[in-house]
């Protein structure tokens, strides 16, 4: 059994007078009656469509409303942490668009 918990942008719709979700980010949250736990699981949806998890949190499935808003928090403050860093990686990576590796000892003049 899971669920989704959709996160909200800081900033409002104008028209509809309500706060924008935020399409990439998410935290899934799955219950596992078998090792009696419950599971919070940050997740950010890369440019390619796939999301993929970025942080996790586990807890006994006896917990109060103040302890899942507690998990909750902790789970998407170290997503954002981390999403910060993928971005900034991938950001990097843009850049690269070329490696030349020139290997000095094999010239063409060895290979005649």
């Known amino acids: ?4 918990i959709k996160i909200e942008e800081k900033e409002v719709d104008i028209i509809e007078n309500k706060k924008l979700p935020m399409r990439n980010r998410r ?7 078998q090792k009696e736990e419950l599971k919070f699981i940050g997740q950010y949806k890369t440019k390619n469509g ?3 998890d970025f942080s996790e949190k586990s807890h006994s499935m ?13 789970v998407y403050k ?29 010239t063409n003049d060895e290979l005649a």
Do not use: G, S, T
């Not at 059994?1 to 989704?4: K, L």
């Not at 935290?27 to 009656?33: A, N, S, T």
């Not at 006896?62 to 902790?74: G, H, R």
């Open 62 to 74: 006896i917990i109060d409303l103040n302890q899942i808003q507690e998990l909750l928090y902790n």
């Open 1 to 4: 059994m899971e669920w989704i």
């Open 27 to 33: 935290i899934k949250v799955k219950f596992d009656p």
């Open 78 to 106: 170290k997503m954002e942490e981390k999403i910060v860093a993928y971005e900034n990686i991938a950001e990097a990576f843009e850049v690269i668009k070329l490696i030349e590796i020139n290997d000095e000892n094999n």
């Open 50 to 52: 796939e999301w993929i």
